[in-house]
């Protein structure tokens, strides 16, 4: 079932980058844990995907919307193929912690457009789903 739904994520990816290129779209700044961006599209729709690297029981007690899981340790095993390389990842845990790791496991991988966006309550301006 996950992987189902990470397909369907990675193919909604796919189809949302053969949009228009409108500027107004898909302008976005980040700045450390802030986010500032022009129009109310999803990061779907924007050029960086949320990635969860929490534990399966924290991604189900609430998550960004829109966000990819995968946990530290699918990461650091290389689990990765469904992680878009020409968008930005912005990646995020509980604390931070977690998320630094990814990101050192992803460099390894060969990712280069890597953001920290630490723990989950440092990050605004988003949708928590559960």
Request: aromatic share 6%.
């Amino acid at each position: 079932m996950k992987k189902i739904i990470l397909i369907s994520l990675l193919f909604m990816t796919i189809l949302s980058s053969c949009g228009t290129n409108n500027p107004t779209n898909n302008t976005s700044v980040s700045t450390n844990n802030t986010e500032t961006s022009t129009g109310t599209q999803n990061s779907v729709e924007q050029n960086y995907l949320y990635v969860d690297v929490r534990t399966d029981e924290e991604w189900a007690e609430g998550h960004i919307d829109w966000a990819v899981h995968l946990t530290l340790a699918d990461v650091e095993a290389g689990k990765t193929e469904i992680l878009p390389k020409d968008k930005e990842l912005r990646v995020y845990c509980r604390s931070g912690r977690r998320s630094a790791q990814a990101i050192e496991a992803l460099k390894k991988q060969g990712f280069t457009n890597l953001v920290n966006a630490w723990g989950m309550k440092d990050i605004k301006d988003v949708t928590i789903v559960k």
